[in-house]
């Protein structure tokens, strides 16, 4: 029974890696279609397709009857953490990651804040579900002045013109068809999750801090580190920010409004701590416009005592 679980698990894990691995290509490839600037394809086109396995998994969590809201909560708090502290720590031990501008910098960073207090204020202040309501909504506007800021930022920085021969809406077709993937990869990963975490007595708030939520950022992780092999400079920090906003302002917004009290719920003063002080140590590092090898060896030192932790 167990043996099986398992390996449910890993098809939906396969399945998702699979079909995010593709819509990664192909959402870059409509990027560079339609000329849309270097950064903003890590930051907006790469970052959202990376995020779809949250996406998929937390609404899949939300959705269930019953519903699983401490996996969906856990895994979009724990995406975040494991693409600070994973991601950019093994970024940077591959190869220093290089920072240019300090306009998107100041931005991403006020992006990061804000990122941080949307969890922290409702469930320190424990919240009712009517204001976080109302905080849920504010956030998704969040995003959308973040989202514009960036691109207009980002205006004056585009890539020259590259030819693609496949056509926009063969393009545009191959992503719908990898999102069906990621459905049916979150329903396998999310059903086989649960019964593990049901037979081992883990609680759903550390299987969606932990293991799907190093799963479901797996993409972002093989994209920061083919980013820094090839030494593509902003590649690996742009998908990361973009994903954790993504992840917080959109999708922990939208699991909140489907089903409030979330939040307060299924998070624990551990989880906001890590968040913050992950947060904090990523702010000092690219102050220096570079984030070093002894500085992501220190990233991800601290995100393996987490995980460690929460066991």
């Known amino acids: 029974m167990t043996i099986n679980l398992i390996l449910i698990t890993i098809l939906g894990l396969f399945i998702l890696l699979i079909s995010a691995n593709y819509l990664i290509e192909n959402i870059v490839s409509l990027a560079k279609k339609i000329n849309i600037s270097k950064f903003a394809i890590a930051s907006c086109t790469i970052a959202f397709g990376t995020t779809m396995p949250e996406l998929t998994t937390s609404l899949k969590s939300v959705l269930a009857d019953p519903p699983h ?20 720590g093994v970024s940077a031990m591959i190869f220093p990651v290089q920072i240019s501008s300090d306009k998107l910098i100041n931005l991403e960073l006020r992006a990061s804040v804000v990122i941080l207090l949307f969890p922290a204020t409702i469930f320190f202040f424990n919240l009712n579900s009517n204001i976080s309501f109302f905080i849920s909504l504010l956030m ?46 979150a329903s396998f990963l999310i059903d086989g999750s649960v019964h593990i975490a049901q037979y081992y007595k883990v609680s759903e708030r550390v299987i969606g801090l932990s293991l799907i939520a190093i799963g479901t950022s797996l993409p972002e992780l093989t994209t920061a580190i083919i980013a820094s092999i090839k030494r593509s400079h902003g590649i690996a920090l742009g998908t990361v920010l973009g994903a954790n906003m993504y992840n917080i302002l959109v999708l922990l917004s939208i699991v909140e409004i489907i089903q409030p009290s979330s939040i307060v719920k299924n998070i624990q003063s551990i989880d906001i701590f890590v968040l913050a002080v992950s947060s904090l140590f990523l702010f000092l590092f690219i102050k220096d416009k570079k984030i070093t090898a002894l500085e992501g060896f220190i990233l991800l030192f601290i995100y393996i005592l987490y995980v460690y932790s929460i066991y």
């Open 69 to 88: 809201s401490g996996i969906a909560v856990g895994n979009l708090i724990g995406s975040n953490i494991a693409n600070i502290l994973l991601i950019m």
């Open 140 to 185: 998704l506007l969040f995003f959308i002045w973040f989202f514009s800021e960036r691109m207009r930022l980002e205006k004056k920085n585009i890539n020259e013109k590259t030819n693609v021969k496949q056509s926009i809406f063969f393009l545009l077709s191959k992503i719908i068809f990898c999102v069906i993937g990621l459905i049916f990869g």
